[in-house]
């Protein structure tokens, strides 16, 4: 198949002719031939026939012409003859040659269309009718990207402010939840000090619980004698205040009555640990991580003789069989000759002697418990029961003994240095700890757990900042309290709370160590807000930071008096 393109003409003088490009599909290669004026289509196919050797029922030819220069004024590009239209370019006898140059290009792969014909049909139920749209220039084209990339910006920043305003809804939602759960936190650790704090009232078990019970006991006694000097004057308020006096002493009496069985409780709790631990076998782990156990002799000398203590302090108990156990008592103590097992074998005999004589049981309770302290003498002796050397305490030589002795004003009486108070100032204390707290019970009944307890939460927030912090650890009790009491007059630096069961101490600069020149008295819902301050100078007024730099002078000048101190902190 040939594609006729008339694009190139050549005129002279003497002769017209036509040079015509011809194209061959679909291989794509252009020729170019001349041919006379004046032929016709027939004429034409039997030159190109003969041209390109090939039949002439199977050349196609399809005319595309173009004219260069001056257009005719008259084309007709179905007609068979050629010749007028070149003609009438050729009678302008232009002595130039016009070359126009063309560049096809065959694409890689090859596309056809196939038409509705005679024996062909082809369905157009899926054709669609394609209208041309309305001319879009440069201008309105880069206008309407504009216009979309405007609209887009407004929804990506709107989406944006709503992310942001989500997220600030968000952190107002945790930050309340945070507000809700301290609150509530600080209100569950109130309730929970005060059932702690009834249920101390009502079954104190030991001496903390005791002296808040006098302090307790104080307290109402301070009250009601407010009441009478208000409302009574001379002998109606002397006799006032002595039936006060005689309420006091019932309860006074009521509470040693429940002190004294609390410490026959204890006691028992204390001597049944120790022979436990005296009755205990070696332990130790192995490589693999397995417990062995081993029971040497004195292990099990130990544990007979606690089975034997067991047996004896059992009350009531039947006659004959308190016989076996008084007998396999005396046959035990019977091995060793001395003040102490004789004493045991009298009151072994004598017991067997009053229960032939049928005396009752409650009126054998002294002799029975006398039994039983003397067989716990002999189980703490060593030479009777070797397992115990490792739990008492080694005497020091006597030599030694007058460094470590001091005389007690209360008492009269000389006693270790453990059994007096100490503080951190380095001041002894002229009375001994039962001396103390004789005197407590009896006069100021003061109540030192909620110092402890002060001290015991500073020491936990301080190792928790700082492991290695060792200040909370040289204070006593004594000297938190005067710290809470002289520095601080028992309030909170902030806003003045008297509830000493809600201060805590706390950080002055949260860079720094807590020491006593360091620290600011504060209540519990206010700890968590100051210990986020990192400029103390821009947070609180001048006045403030002096008032309390004020506080830690005179905690300074107090805590310096002892040298351990100020060689640890410094001074």
């Known amino acids: 198949m040939s594609h006729f393109s008339s694009k190139d003409n050549v005129v002279t003088d003497s002769l017209c002719m036509l040079s015509v490009k011809v194209l061959l599909v679909p291989e794509g290669h252009v020729m170019t031939m001349a041919f006379v004026i004046g032929l016709t289509i027939e004429e034409i196919k039997h030159q190109l026939a003969s041209e390109l050797k090939v039949p002439l029922e199977v050349l196609q030819l399809y005319l595309n012409v173009y004219f260069l220069g001056r257009r005719p004024t008259f084309l007709d590009p179905y007609s068979d003859d050629i010749g007028h239209a070149v003609m009438f370019w050729g009678a302008e006898k232009a002595e130039r040659t016009v070359e126009l140059k063309s560049k096809l290009q065959q694409c890689s792969v090859n596309m056809s269309t196939q038409m509705t014909g005679i024996g062909c049909y082809v369905s157009c139920a899926n054709d669609k009718l394609v209208t041309p749209g309305k001319y879009v220039t440069a201008d309105e084209y880069h206008g309407r990207r504009l216009k979309a990339v405007i609209c887009l910006q407004s929804y990506i920043r709107r989406w944006l402010a709503q992310e942001e305003v989500e997220q600030l809804r968000r952190e107002r939602a945790r930050r309340l939840a945070w507000f809700d759960l301290q609150e509530r936190k600080c209100k569950e650790e109130k309730e929970a000090q005060l059932r702690e704090r009834r249920k101390r009232w009502m079954n104190p078990q030991t001496k903390e619980d005791f002296n808040l019970l006098y302090h307790a006991l104080q307290k109402w006694r301070t009250e009601e004698e407010e009441q009478i000097d208000c409302r009574l004057r001379g002998a109606e308020r002397k006799a006032a205040l002595c039936v006060l006096l005689e309420q006091e002493m019932e309860f006074i009496a009521a509470i040693g009555r429940h002190q004294i069985n609390i410490d026959a409780i204890n006691q028992d709790k204390i001597i049944r640990n120790f022979l436990n631990k005296a009755a205990a076998p070696h332990q130790w782990r192995s490589a693999t991580g397995l417990l062995f156990e081993m029971d040497s002799v004195p292990d099990i ?116 240095s453990a059994d007096f108070g100490s503080s951190t100032t380095g001041c002894r204390s002229r009375r001994c700890r039962n001396c103390t707290s004789l005197d407590n019970i009896a006069r100021s009944r003061d109540d030192n757990s909620v110092y402890q307890s002060i ?21 006593q009790v004594d000297d938190i309290r005067y710290l809470i009491e002289k520095v601080w007059a028992s309030c909170s630096a902030l806003n003045g709370s008297r509830d000493i069961y809600n201060l805590v101490f706390a950080r002055w600069d949260v860079q720094e160590d807590w020491s006593p020149w360091n620290c600011i008295l504060l209540s519990k819902e206010e700890t968590s807000a100051h210990t986020q301050v990192e400029h103390i100078h821009k947070a609180y007024e001048t006045t403030f930071i002096q008032w309390v730099q004020q506080k830690h002078s005179m905690a300074r000048q107090h805590f310096s008096k002892n040298p351990v101190i100020a060689k640890n902190l410094g001074l």
């Open 301 to 416: 000398r130990a544990r007979a003789l606690k089975e034997i203590y067991d047996d004896i302090s059992k009350f009531p108990v039947d006659q004959q069989e308190r016989q076996n156990f008084l007998e396999k008592l005396r046959n035990t103590v019977m091995e060793h000759e001395c003040q102490l097992v004789w004493d045991i074998i009298d009151l072994i005999d004598r017991e067997i002697d009053l229960m032939g004589r049928d005396v009752k049981e409650h009126n054998l309770e002294g002799l029975r418990k006398r039994i039983c302290t003397l067989f716990l003498q002999y189980i703490r002796t060593p030479a009777f029961n070797p397992k115990v050397i490792k739990l008492l305490k080694v005497h020091k030589k006597p030599t030694e003994l007058q460094h470590d002795m001091f005389f007690c004003h209360g008492c009269q009486r000389y006693l270790w």
């Open 455 to 475: 001290l015991r939460r500073l020491r936990t927030d301080e190792l928790r900042l700082n492991p290695e912090t060792s200040i909370p650890f040289l204070l």
